[in-house]
């Protein structure tokens, strides 16, 4: 029998009023985890809703709750409106996403996620893919280092850790996290440990395509959703905090062209909240994983056509 995941959910009872539930509505947890969000959405259903939940982690799929209102899709959300189409279940009332490395995948030392372990130098939220961050160090070159660690890590000695790194793998492979920390010791700038964890960010968002997929889903995310409908997103660092306010403004639906035109469309969402909303002191006293995490809501427009 598989032990019970040991998980906060982050900002639970505003990501919950934000998606103002309705009873017999159709809901999307695109991001299951530990199961937290999902069990607060059920525990608002009537019989008659229903709430499908992606996750593309294994780790995930063995403790699932049973529950016959909710669907779970094995996936990542980038497959969200096929799988929604798959159930008949367009369109939703709401959909909410949980950007955050869950606790129980920062937990396990084999993920190679958490500095807080020597492990094997995985990352990848699907272990269906190939590619992990010890195959990226070992073969990406150093413009690649380069541009991932400052776009995806903001790391501010960027080129100098690249340079570094390519040096390094040509007398000894970087396979695990212990070889990484060892390697950037000599060149980290400022708080140590929020040093190492814009590279291990820039790393993860690398190995997962994560800005990307990001966009892939609010694309969808906002074409699914039913007139009314609401969109909650909790981010946890600037990048994809960035991305989620200009796909809820709708400034992702300007070409370039329209761009130096200077065409603005209107967007097809009202945003709920002007600035993210943050988790309170005592959510981040008693969950310090939650310190970072920032909120945002927004509604569908009435007049915003459905695909």
């Known amino acids: 029998m598989n032990a019970p995941l040991h998980h906060e959910p982050v900002m639970l009872s505003e990501a919950i009023e934000g998606l103002h539930i309705q009873p017999d509505g159709i809901y999307v947890d695109a991001t299951y ?44 959300f980038v497959y969200l409106k096929r799988f929604l189409r798959y159930y008949q279940a367009i369109p939703v009332d709401g959909i909410l996403a949980d950007l955050g490395v869950s606790s129980f995948q920062l937990d396990n030392p084999e993920r190679g996620f958490s500095l807080r372990y020597d492990a094997p130098l ?9 590619q992990t961050a010890a195959d990226i160090l070992q073969t990406a070159s150093v413009d690649e280092l380069h541009r991932l660690l400052e776009a995806y890590g903001e790391v501010r000695n960027a080129r100098t850790v690249a340079r570094l790194l390519v040096a390094e793998r040509e007398r000894h492979p970087i396979r695990t ?18 040093y190492l964890a814009q590279v291990f960010q820039a790393l993860r968002i690398a190995v997962n395509d994560e800005l990307h997929a990001l966009e892939s889903f609010l694309s969808q995310a906002i074409e699914v959703l039913k007139p009314g ?54 959510e981040v006293k ?11 809501i927004a509604e569908k427009l009435p007049t915003t056509a459905i695909s």
Not at 122 to 130: F, I, L
Not at 262 to 274: A, E, F, I, Q, W
């Open 33 to 76: 985890g530990g199961g937290g969000h999902a069990k607060a959405i059920l525990a608002r259903l009537s019989e008659r809703g229903k709430l499908l939940a992606f996750d593309q982690d294994e780790m995930v799929r063995v403790h699932v709750v049973a529950d016959p209102r909710l669907t779970f899709v094995p996936e990542s």
């Open 286 to 296: 008693r969950n310090p994983r939650a310190s970072s995490a920032r909120l945002r």
């Open 177 to 194: 996290t212990g070889d990484l920390v060892r390697i950037l010791n000599s060149v980290v700038r400022g708080n140590r440990h929020q």
């Open 122 to 130: 995985d990352m990848r939220m699907d272990r269906r893919q190939e």
């Open 229 to 282: 409908g609401r969109l909650v997103v909790i981010s946890f660092h600037s990048l994809e905090d960035r991305i989620v306010k200009q796909y809820m403004k709708g400034q992702f639906s300007t070409t370039f062209a329209e761009q130096l035109l200077g065409v603005d469309r209107p967007s097809p969402l009202r945003m709920l909240t002007k600035k993210p909303l943050q988790p309170s002191a005592e």
